[in-house]
């Protein structure tokens, strides 16, 4: 059974990090293509970033360049979303998904003084 | 800001079809194969249609996806109270060099 298990969100305050954490299972997660996607709260999805199976290639939404970065450990089934200067429009849940398809149930990050 | 555009909301009675656009750019949609996602309530999305027509398995036959230039639509026939959701579609953008979601229907099922 395919499963995404998010984890690392929380309460934080403007300007701090906090880095999110993916585990998979149940698929090769070598093979894949895997992303990060977000939704505020009310509001519609977002997709942040997204990284090749060998890391080679890695995308970012605008809003995010500079601040976040994706990366992944093949070795450990994990994909990591380290998100620096933190703002209050950052404020949703975070996805894990894998190539488009499958989705992890998310990890809740606020950003909040 | 969301590059694709949907309808706010889209509603039926049981056993009625209800049909949802998506329309986009020759960046995304006219480039590249979009897909669907249906989101319950309190729920995380789950993928209903991709490459622009096909169905995963476990997604009933009630749901279908086209695509036309630069748009897509999904077309829910049959509807059941279940199928009241958040639907958003989805595509590679070439341009931006990113995914982009469309700005999502609420189905109502009257």
Known sequence: EVQLVESGGGLVQPGVSLRLSCAASGFTFSSDWMSWVRQAPGKGLEWVANIKQDASEKYYVDSVKGRFTISRDNAKNSLYLQMNSLRAEDTAVYYCVREWAFWGQGTLVTVSS | ?110
């Open chain 2, 1 to 110: 800001q969301s590059v694709l555009t949907q309808p706010p909301s889209a509603s039926g009675t049981p056993g009625q079809r209800v049909t949802i656009s998506c329309s986009g750019s020759s960046s995304n949609i006219g480039s590249n194969t979009v897909n669907w996602y249906q989101q319950l309530p309190g729920a995380a999305p789950n993928l209903l249609i991709y490459t622009n027509n096909q169905r995963p398995s476990g997604v009933p036959d009630r749901f279908s996806g086209s695509k036309s230039g630069t748009s897509a639509s999904l077309a829910i026939s049959g509807l059941q109270s279940e199928d009241e959701a958040d639907y958003y579609c989805a595509a590679w953008d070439d341009s931006l060099n990113g995914y982009v979601f469309g700005t999502g229907t609420q189905v109502t099922v009257l």
